[in-house]
């Protein structure tokens, strides 16, 4: 049986923690004099929200099998999400509830998609909220589970096993709510250091705090509507955002145990780095060739800028532009699809499908070859030493295959559902895999110089579900769907 009354209870607690962030957002619109009331009857309807979700499990039995808690975490993205769209709502930013929801989702799921036009005619206030969400969503709603709630008897492991990103999970503590303390330690580390370097380069204080929040997060949210190299005209800010969009796709536990922990020589033994390092380079070498030669000025420098920033923007799916990539020579194309779908280390702020994925594969792949001359030969898959078993490769596998339907699925229902925009079978392609990935641009005409705002409300709802799926890594989602999951043996 599902534990309702234990679920609602930690949703109610968590809903404490949305209030507290829409205060401070609060806080940010009386700094800068704006309206604050509309923050105020968003926060007094979180906390009615809180308390009933609260009292209604305060009696209820701690214990959280594996079921409640891929319930649990579902739930929570999604509440969270439509508590996200009211600040949107109520001060007038959005008028409609299909591009609130797309809005909210898209933070939260620090995907990056927008359908805003004028980000720059936004206040300050919903500003601050967008970055917000996705800091939030970056670290993931449940990391706040785990930490703040042991003391309530609620079952952590379960609740990381259904948040947790990747086939594999390491644990660098016994205990799984230690483990997050330090993992947000280092999120923490890398934002504060952002900004930092962003002030040093000469980036005013709040645009340095929200833009340090959506890259750490790898979210890809702007306070401003122009691309990067038009708004700053800075070379260094760019660098500097290519290097710590590429440090959060790092797998935060290798971060800590090899660079906290004074461990460099580990850093550059795991497999798992090396693929994502093996795709970037590969990827920024190809684009800055092809740029170079196509290039008018054949500016190296230039070239090498834009390349880097695209590719490691798009992989660690922060959805950030330097410039309009879509422009790019079509050879380019199949390169950044493929990088939109690679995506960085597990362990990370990032989407997409995973280095590790790739890593246990290609090891898979090799094994087979072997096979096929030495059909005898046993030969066991292993990455960082520790042996794959081969229910792990199954369900990579089924992974896999859930992810291509997906964006396939996703792609027929855009092309179904939004008949008026004329979207084309590339073009819902390109926003399937983007939503799925949690990239935020995509190809063509929603590449990064245009909002998805001609998406129909079906297809933004469409879009926003994507997300949730591809963020939560899909078995979390899709399992709901199941009959057996609802049964009561």
Not at 144 to 153: C, K, N, S, V
Not at 403 to 415: D, E, H, Q, T
Request: glycine content about 8%.
């Amino acid at each position: 049986m599902i534990n309702w009354r234990q679920i609602f209870r930690v949703i109610g607690v968590l809903l404490f923690i949305e209030a507290g962030q829409l205060f401070v957002t609060m806080l940010v619109a009386l700094l800068y004099k704006e309206d604050v009331l509309p923050y105020l009857w968003i926060i007094l309807i979180t906390v009615c929200l809180g308390g009933t979700g609260a009292l209604i499990g305060k009696n209820a039995n701690k214990s959280m099998s594996r079921r409640d808690g891929y319930l649990t975490v579902s739930l929570v993205w999604l509440v969270f999400a439509l508590i996200g769209m009211l600040p949107f709502l109520f001060t007038g930013s959005i008028n409609s509830i299909s591009g609130a929801f797309f809005e909210s989702m898209s933070g939260f799921t620090s995907t990056g998609s927008t359908i805003l036009d004028n980000i720059d005619a936004l206040p300050h206030g919903v500003i601050f909220w967008r970055s917000m969400t996705q800091w939030i969503g970056g670290i993931g709603i449940i990391f706040f589970t785990i930490a703040l709630l042991p003391t309530f008897g609620v079952g952590e492991i379960k609740l990381f096993a259904a948040e947790a990103t990747g086939p594999l999970h390491d644990k660098v503590h016994p205990r799984i709510s230690v483990a997050v303390r330090w993992i947000g330690s280092v999120y923490l580390c890398l934002t504060v250091l952002c900004i930092i370097s962003l002030l040093i380069c000469g980036m005013g204080i709040f645009d340095a705090i929200n833009i340090s929040m959506t890259t750490t997060a790898t979210g890809g949210f702007s306070p401003h509507t122009k691309l990067f190299s038009d708004q700053f005209q800075s070379p260094a800010i760019e660098y500097v955002l290519t290097i710590f969009m590429f440090l959060s796709g790092v797998n935060y536990t290798l971060i800590y145990y090899s660079i906290l922990k004074g461990r460099i020589k580990k850093f550059f033994q795991n497999p798992e780095l090396r693929a994502y390092l093996y795709i970037s380079i590969t990827s920024i070498i190809i684009c800055t060739l092809f740029l170079t030669l196509t290039h008018e000025s054949n500016d190296l420098e230039l070239s090498f800028r834009q390349s880097a920033f695209t590719v490691i923007s798009l992989q660690t799916t922060t959805g950030f532009a330097s410039c309009d990539y879509t422009l790019w020579p079509l050879v380019l194309m199949p390169v950044l699809l493929f990088i939109m779908f690679a995506g960085a280390c597990s362990g990370s702020t990032s989407g997409g499908f995973k280095c590790i994925r790739w890593a246990i594969l290609w090891e898979v792949l090799s094994n087979e070859f072997t096979r096929i001359l030495h059909p005898r030969a046993v030969i066991p898959v292993k990455i960082c030493g520790e042996m794959i078993s081969t229910s792990v490769q199954k369900t990579l596998l089924a992974f896999c295959a859930l992810f291509l339907s997906s964006i396939f699925v996703g792609a027929f229902l855009l092309i179904l559902f939004d008949s008026k925009s004329h979207i084309q079978y590339t073009e819902a392609l390109s926003l399937s895999l983007s939503s799925i990935s949690n990239v935020g641009p995509a190809l063509d005409y929603y590449g990064p110089t245009h909002s998805w705002s001609v998406l129909c409300p079906a297809s933004r709802f469409i879009c926003g579900s994507l997300m949730l799926v591809g963020r939560l890594e899909i078995f979390p989602i899709m399992i709901l769907f199941t009959r057996r999951f609802w049964t009561k043996d």
